[in-house]
């Protein structure tokens, strides 16, 4: 299930739900510079959003692969920081490797794994019912879980693990409403992304239903994931560097700039690819007072 939403219609909704988004402060004006390698020497580490930075889709952004070379070469540590729930970090990894980019398995980190850490912090020994994608079998997720898109079971789990909307439809938003309604439980959503761009345009991500439900029946919502501090806060350890030596780049401002910059990391901006491909950012800017220490228009 899909409604048609843009980037600007996201960027509102963005605007709309920000109490819930981390506080942070911001540097008055951004550089601006044509890539990361120009700016390079400023930070000794990059955590690294993939979709818009390292590749779009399927294809790697023309010069990423070669510019983290340049940035390894350099002696800098890298971090990939994605909020993907769908799938586990070691497709994530085997993806990357296939696109040609050489991160190993500790410098990876999801937004699934940050979850998946903290499910016994949010209801211990919980039995979990997951909102998931086909063939998704959590033998990466050490608790208990259901798939409820595949045997039902609304009623019986202790709460629920929002992972992925391609499965979404009116009938499982109607029961997970309903099931919330029934019997308040906990709702741990690993994507708090409102739409992610895809090749073929703006899907839904969990965030933006999560939200709804927040708005409709005041359920506590448990975010892991950009811009909440957990993901940020495991991307420092695999640094292994203080968040003031780190810098985030990413292509949205919600979730990578905002979060960066909550977690006291530089945030630097990329404006050719992703959510700002093809339009001028700095409406959004101004509209929303979240600005990036730099911006650059590619890796
Ligand atoms: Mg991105």
Redesign the pocket.
Known sequence: MSEPLDAAAAFARYEEVRARLPAATYPQAPLHAPTLAEVADRWDGFVL?????LNIGDTPIPGAVERMAQLRAMGKRLVVLTNAASYTRADALAKYRRLGFDFGEDEVVSSRDVAVAHLDRVAPGAHWGAISQAGDDFHDIPARVTSLLDTGGWDRVDGFLFLSTSRWTLETRAALHAALAARPRPLVVANPDLVAPREGGLTIEPGFWAHEVIDRLGTPVHWFGKPFPEAFAEAEQRAGLPPHRLAMV???LHT?VLGGRAAGMAAILVTDH??FAGRDVSPFLSGSGIVPDVIVAST
């Open positions: 959003d993939a979709f818009g930075v990413g292509d949205t990578d992703g959510l």
